[in-house]
């Protein structure tokens, strides 16, 4: 074990060693060590290179926050994360680390010369040093700036890890489960209230954990905790670690991520990685504490230089000593204290360099009872060291004034410059927010949301303060919840309150031009950089960020907004709050695309739809295509067959014999009831008070715009009922617009709507021989013209089942769809099969059911139409029923513009040279303009035709139906293409092939 | 995962020590929609329809749950369909309403077990503690609507259309496992 470790001190199991590699090499570890600590255990404070300079860097914090320790970890083929904070994921035997954005090694890395050459890299550099020329922004530039710059690889391969979600109710969310969320969960868990306790952290405890000295109600702090996380427990309290809470959503809506397997050896089986709380709380206390300042100063980022209370964490949790000889910069009392334990510690304390000049009188004493000294009114200037600090220079400071520099040789520099509320989750809530002068920062002021906030996240300072407004914060919102909480007091002894002072960059005797005083370590950005931005014209923060990068990184600026802020303020001469804070947004910390993907990756991808028949379709070789959230057979190829061939021979078997069509996933609604009559001549543009029942019509439904909105045959299956079909993707939609007009226009109607989609399994058999098909399979109904003419529906019975028997047709043939009950929907499937093999019945797809009703010219909602077709300009004004007093849509097309001439109309195309057009295709009428062309319509529909002996399209070109056989140009990349404007009839003009 | 419902037979789907998830028999259901005066329709069905969304009710084999203002699901053996269907018809003329039959739309997963509530949070955004013993929602699940019947603490029933239920079984699936593997 390495010098570093001290025993005795912190959290980690000095019985279970734990080796794992960083960057190919083994570190000993113990069990309870994050990569951080076990590094700093063995001397490592270099873990990686910064963004944008590749400076050598360790890390800075001990949580969370950290901006600067990303690592890459890696668990096995496939199980590879970049940009892994090495202070939070902890060790495993085996776990590979390895540190990032270096080449060819972190101690030597080439990209290093972009430190040498930082004056090219200032704030808004992209938009200045790569402006010229511009050509070379695509090629040389930009993939330039993307292989330097950057933070980890993206993975490549599939993550062979799963994923969950769960949604969680209770009563009182606590975020932060330190001293305040502590005291808060035990005041609120009263009377069964639903008490849950969420902690980023693998234990909870907070700043119990580093600052074991304090004694709470005459134990040890340590001690106090654990009977405490037992109490809380015994309350039914659900205490969650690992588990960060990164939004905070409307109406009290949490989300929160646990992470399951990243810190175990070996992965259980069925557990996922990560899962997503969605989280519904009545009452919502934040306690996420406070997170510490840097100090801005030239060489603020060199390896060794940490935040003093991380380097207090680092020994009180983890035993670490992350230096023998700290140098202490600090402009708040919290540092005096991580000095004291170090020195404590064995650790000789190079200096306290205070920027006040009174400090408290006590911490005077106790730095002078351990020999350490103190320089108050002293600003530090620069450090020294290449991948690690070697000294610090500092200076005096008398009335403003920079005095004679000297040097303190160190190994690390422990800086503070105060504490930042951590309001990010309020802010979430659009939590208002207050300047406090006097701690220099913004605090929580209202929020519309049932929460409170707690502890040092409100700016309160020490363990009592915090165990008591927690505590307080609990009871709280137990009353708001109707409950008396418990009543708690708390005393602490050896707590360590203190009071700081909130600096800028701090002042110096060197060319601050040239000065490297990091504001934002993730995202390089220095002091410079941001008074660079307000010289240039920034005034707003919200400007100052985007130009600067500053807060813009992973780390969302936890560390270096206020500071940030501070600087800007100072440029430009204004108080912080009129500059502005920049706003806080979800998540609190980076959460991988897995967390939120949940269980919705691969097969649970989304839902896909299939009809019972759907296996047949599979079993029998077909291809699939997505329609709406359905699969839907396309075709039904034979060995040696691609669609064309394919689609082709459906075609040419349907309309000489017979073929077989899987159309269940029709939309299906049943309107009844005295009124249905009136709410069907309402809602069509058709006319339905003289349809008889056992008739059917097809109707067409339009938007209030005038506009179609889809179609379908419906079917009068008795006075009061009707069976009206959608298209496929329609279904939803139409019947939540029926319900809408239904509830809200006309509650006056008594009829009611029922979504029968998936009552009904639809089997559509086509073709001359259809009836000569079906008539022995149907019983109660005669299939001849007299009995059962097209356009007829009947309840029956068909091959033995009950059945809604609809006679209609989209393929200009002998038509038949029959409905059965959808568990027997198969059997009908098969029987139909069976019954249809002397005519050598076909099977055909989606595919062909587009040629073979484009053929006579039927449009498909959504293909041939766009939203913007009136029924007339897609040559179906028929279907409005001219002398009915209203229905949806009749007045939007009175508009001008609907009945205007010119209108893009739906006609049929034939190309001269006999060329299939391509779907989409524009359309115009002089080939001879200059590009750009007036285009004048589009291709909507286009298919090889059999048995038209050409291919055919449909098309909507401008006043098309007033132009038949005009000539019109298709341009392609390669050729134009001149097409003869024709009917969108192509076949069976009068209807013929309909008769038996 | 979206395999096809080869069975509609009952049969249990998976079984851990967290939860087991069975589909349940084919039955009746009726979708049944009326407003105004509701006691000639009781009359007609020997059983009260209840008024508040949520609330259930039975007599016998006959099941309804009140899914809106004017809305109930009704279930009921396959073989009582048709009386209770003619039943109705003969007060429609004094009691117009909507009486669909949906038997052939839906299936049923009976989801029971230790933590068979917990398994619901999976994919319900409803408090599931939130609904009594004895009375049901209708809801979504993974985004599929669903009526889920509380029948227990930890007995439920959930109704689902044919073509989501696949999705919706396999998420069960997946989460009777997840759960079984926690360590509580």
């Known amino acids: 074990m390495s010098g570093f470790r001290i025993p005795g001190k912190g959290r980690v199991d000095p019985a279970t060693p734990v080796s794992f590699r960083f960057d190919g090499r083994k570190v000993r570890g113990l069990r ?90 200032s704030a808004g550099f992209y938009y200045k040093t790569f402006m010229w020329p511009r050509s070379f922004w695509d090629r040389v530039y930009e993939p330039f700036i993307r292989a330097a710059a950057g933070l980890g690889v993206s993975p490549s391969r599939e993550d062979p890890d799963s994923y969950a979600s769960r949604y969680l109710h209770c009563d009182v969310l606590i975020v932060g489960a330190g001293p305040a969320g502590l005291a808060a969960a035990r005041a609120a868990a009263v009377d069964g209230l639903r008490v849950v306790l969420v902690d980023e952290n693998a234990e909870a405890g907070g700043t119990l954990l580093s600052e074991p000295q304090a004694r709470i109600d005459g134990r040890s702090a340590w001690d106090w905790l654990s009977a405490e996380l037992a109490a809380l427990k015994a309350n039914g309290v659900r205490i969650m670690t690992r588990t960060t809470a990164i939004g905070y959503y409307h109406q009290n809506m949490i989300g929160m991520v646990e992470k399951l397997t990243d810190h175990l050896p070996d992965l259980p089986a069925d557990t996922p990685r990560e899962r997503m709380w969605r989280v519904r709380a009545k009452q919502v206390v934040l306690a996420q504490g406070a997170l510490e300042k840097p100090l801005v100063f030239h060489g603020n980022d060199r390896p060794g230089v940490m935040l003093a209370g991380a380097a207090q964490t680092y020994l009180n949790r983890y035993g670490v000593l992350v230096g023998r000889q700290p140098a202490i910069v600090t402009s708040h009392d919290s540092a005096w204290y991580a000095a004291f334990d170090l020195a404590d510690a064995g650790a000789r304390v190079q200096a306290i360099v205070d920027t006040r000049a009174d400090v408290r009188a006590e911490l005077l004493a106790e730095a002078e009872a351990r020999g350490i000294k103190v320089k108050l009114s002293h600003t530090a200037t620069a450090t020294s060291g290449r991948l690690r600090v070697k000294s610090l220079r500092v200076n005096p400071v008398r009335d403003g004034k920079v005095g004679t520099p000297y040097t303190i040789h160190c190994d690390t520099v422990l800086m503070s410059g105060g504490w930042t509320p951590s309001l990010h989750l309020f802010s979430h809530t659009r939590g208002s927010l207050a300047w406090d002068d006097d701690l220099t920062t913004f605090l929580p002021k209202d929020t519309p949301e049932e929460c409170v906030i707690a502890g040092a996240s409100r700016g309160l300072w020490g363990i009592e303060a915090a165990l008591t407004d927690g505590a307080d914060k609990g009871r709280a919102v137990a009353a708001a919840l109707g409950k008396a909480g418990t009543e708690t007091a708390h005393v602490v002894e050896a707590d360590r309150p ?181 709410f069907m001549n309402r809602m069509y543009t058709n006319p339905w008070t003289k349809l008889a029942p056992g008739r059917c019509r097809y109707g067409l439904l339009c938007g209030d715009d005038g506009f179609i909105r889809d179609d379908g045959v419906i079917g009068r299956l008795s006075q009061d009922r009707f069976h009206v079909t959608t298209t496929t993707g329609g279904a939803a939609r139409v019947l939540n617009m029926m319900e809408d007009y239904r509830q809200t226009e006309w509650p006056d109607l008594q009829v009611w ?43 029956c019975t068909v091959a033995g089942m009950p059945a809604r028997l609809f006679r209609i047709s989209f393929t200009g043939e002998i038509g038949f769809e029959i409905n059965v009950p959808t568990p027997m929907g198969r059997k009908l499937w098969e029987a139909v099969w069976q019954a249809g093999q002397p005519f050598g019945i076909v099977p055909y797809g989606t595919e062909t059911m587009h040629v073979l009703r484009a053929e006579k010219g ?40 609907l009945v205007a001439k010119g209108r893009k109309q739906l006609v049929g195309l034939l190309t001269e040279d006999r060329s299939r057009l391509e779907e989409g295709a524009q359309i115009v009428f002089d080939p001879a303009q200059k590009v750009p062309m007036k285009m004048v319509g589009h291709v909507t529909s286009s298919y090889l035709s059999d048995a038209v002996g050409r291919p055919i399209a449909l098309a909507l070109v401008e006043g098309g139906q007033d132009r038949m056989g005009e000539t019109v140009h298709i341009p392609m990349p390669d050729r134009t293409i001149a097409a003869t404007i024709t009917s969108s009839v192509f076949l069976d003009p009068d209807n013929a092939r309909l008769k038996i | 995962m979206n395999a096809p419902l080869h069975s509609f037979e009952p049969s249990v789907l998976i079984e851990t020590a967290a939860a087991r998830v069975s589909r349940a028999a084919p039955g009746a259901r009726l979708s049944l929609q009326a407003r105004g005066d509701l006691p000639p329709l009781n009359a007609a069905l020997g059983l009260d329809l209840p008024t508040r969304i949520g609330r259930r009710a039975r007599a016998g084999a006959l099941e309804a749950i009140c899914l809106g203002p004017e809305e109930w699901m009704l279930h009921a053996p396959e073989a009582q369909a048709v009386e209770i269907l003619s039943a109705c018809a003969e007060v429609y003329a004094s009691r117009p309403r909507s009486l669909v039959d949906v038997s052939g739309r839906e299936t049923t997963f009976v989801i029971d077990g230790p933590r068979a509530a917990e398994l619901l949070t999976l994919g ?40 989501f239920a696949p999705h919706v079984q396999h998420l069960l699936e997946i989460g009777c496992r997840e759960l079984a593997a926690e360590t509580i």
């Open chain 1, 498 to 678: 203190g009071t700081g002072t909130s600096e800028k960059e701090l002042p110096t005797d060197l060319d601050p031009s040239r000065a490297k005083a990091f504001v934002d370590y993730q995202n390089d950005v220095t002091a410079k950089d941001l008074r660079l931005a307000v010289r240039e014209g920034m005034r707003s923060i919200e400007h100052v960020k985007r130009y600067t990068t500053n807060g813009m990184a992973t780390d969302q600026g936890k560390m270096s907004n206020i500071n940030g802020l501070n600087i800007a303020a100072d440029a430009l001469g204004k108080k912080q709050p009129q500059v502005g804070l920049t706003t806080f947004r979800p998540p609190y910390t980076p959460t991988s695309f897995g967390a939120f993907a949940g269980y919705h990756r691969g097969a649970h991808f989304e839902v896909t739809r299939k009809t019972q028949i759907d296996a047949w379709a599979e079993e029998h070789g077909a291809v699939f295509e997505p329609v709406g959230q359905w699969r839907r057979a396309r075709y039904f190829p034979k060995p040696g067959e691609d669609m064309d061939s394919a689609v082709r021979r459906e075609c040419v078997a349907t309309r000489a014999s017979v073929g077989m069509f899987d159309a269940s996933t029709l939309g299906k609604i049943e309107v009844v009831g005295p009124d249905a009559v009136e």
């Open chain 1, 858 to 897: 039927y449009i498909v909602v959504g293909q041939d139409t766009d939203g913007t077709v009136t029924p007339h300009d897609a040559g179906i004004g028929w279907a409005i029923g001219k002398t009915k007093p209203d229905f949806v849509g009749k007045r939007g097309m009175a508009r001008p513009d």
């Open chain 1, 32 to 121: 309870g060590d994050t990569v951080a600590s076990a590094l700093l255990a063995n001397g490592i404070h270099l873990m990686g290179r910064s963004f944008k300079y590749h400076r050598p860097r360790g890390p800075v914090a001990a949580g969370s926050e950290e901006p600067n320790a990303l690592i890459g970890t890696r668990r096995g083929p496939g199980r590879y994360e970049p940009n892994t904070r090495a202070t939070v994921q902890e060790i495993w035997p085996g776990l590979e680390a390895t540190s990032q954005n270096k080449y060819p090694s972190l101690k030597w890395d080439i990209g290093a010369v972009n430190d040498a050459a930082y004056m090219l890299f």
């Open chain 1, 753 to 795: 709507l029922t979504s029968t989609t998936e009552q009904w399994a639809t089997v559509a058999v086509n073709g001359p021989n259809a009836a000569k098909l079906l008539a022995p399979l149907v019983e109660g109904v005669e299939l001849t013209d007299d009995a059962f003419p097209h356009m007829s529906c009947a309840e």
């Open chain 2, 124 to 163: 319900c955004a409803r408090d599931i503690d939130g609904i009594a013993v004895g009375e049901g929602r209708r809801t979504a699940f993974d985004g599929v609507t669903v009526i889920l019947w509380r029948d227990g603490e930890t007995s439920f029933r959930m109704d689902c259309w044919h073509s």
